[in-house]
């Protein structure tokens, strides 16, 4: 069955970087997008970009364009997120979910961001 | 940006009870392949959002028959017969059309 397995919740102080990862497994991970979704507190859902890993090509939210960089290593079936210049509006919920006809069909369990001195 | 403006924002329902809920797009939702990437998804207290439906109206692997998604170009609607406890949550319509790839605000489903 396809399982994504996030990396765990992190703690970051402002204008630092983080990278939060996505392990994937029970699908061959070089042929679907992997897309990323912020959520804040409260909030509803945020399209960050996607990555194709068979490729390395990626599309992202204009939004997020110098703040999120999507990779993945096919070697480990993981895709990874790194955002940077972190400020208190990256805190958030981020999910990656695997592509199913333009759709997000299968979802990681989410990684919790928190920026704070 | 595609605004997708989901009504009504909260909804209580009666177990085994009907409701349906609205989303609209600001643009048409038809793809140049003459697709409609239109999606519904559900998010339990605590957990990560669910896909319900696809492509307007095709129920995603699992998912009960007593969700259906209809509607075309700017206009579409979630329904959910015979409410159960585990329908219960927030759920959000999305479109995988236009980018950036957008999402509705929510509609909270109830107990009454």
């Known amino acids: 069955q396809v399982q994504l397995q996030q990396s765990g919740a992190e703690l970051v102080k402002p204008g630092s970087s983080v990278k939060i990862s996505c392990k994937a497994s029970g699908y061959t991970f070089t042929s679907y997008d992997m897309h990323w979704i912020k959520q804040q507190p409260g909030n509803g859902l945020e399209w960050i970009g996607w990555i194709y890993p068979g490729n390395g090509n990626t599309k992202y939210n204009q939004k997020f364009n110098g703040k999120a960089t999507l990779t993945a290593d096919k070697s480990s079936s993981t895709a990874y997120m790194q955002l940077s210049s972190l400020t208190s509006e990256d805190s958030a919920v981020y999910f990656c979910?695997?592509?199913?006809?333009?759709?997000?069909?299968?979802w990681g369990q989410g990684t919790l961001v928190t920026v704070s001195s | 940006d595609v605004v997708m403006t989901q009504t009504p924002v909260s909804l209580s329902v009666s177990l085994g009870g009907q409701v349906s809920i609205s989303c609209r797009s600001s643009q048409s939702l038809v793809h140049n392949n003459g697709n409609t990437y239109l999606s519904w998804y559900l998010q339990k207290p605590g957990q990560s959002p669910q896909l319900l439906i696809y492509k307007v109206s095709n129920r995603f692997s699992g998912i009960s028959d007593r969700f259906s998604g209809s509607g075309s170009g700017t206009d579409f609607t979630l329904k959910i017969s015979r409410v159960e406890p585990d329908d219960l949550g927030v759920y959000y319509c999305g479109q995988g059309t236009q980018y950036p790839y957008t999402f509705g605000a929510g509609t909270k489903l109830e107990l009454k």
């Open positions: 979910a695997r592509n199913w006809e333009l759709a997000f069909a299968y």
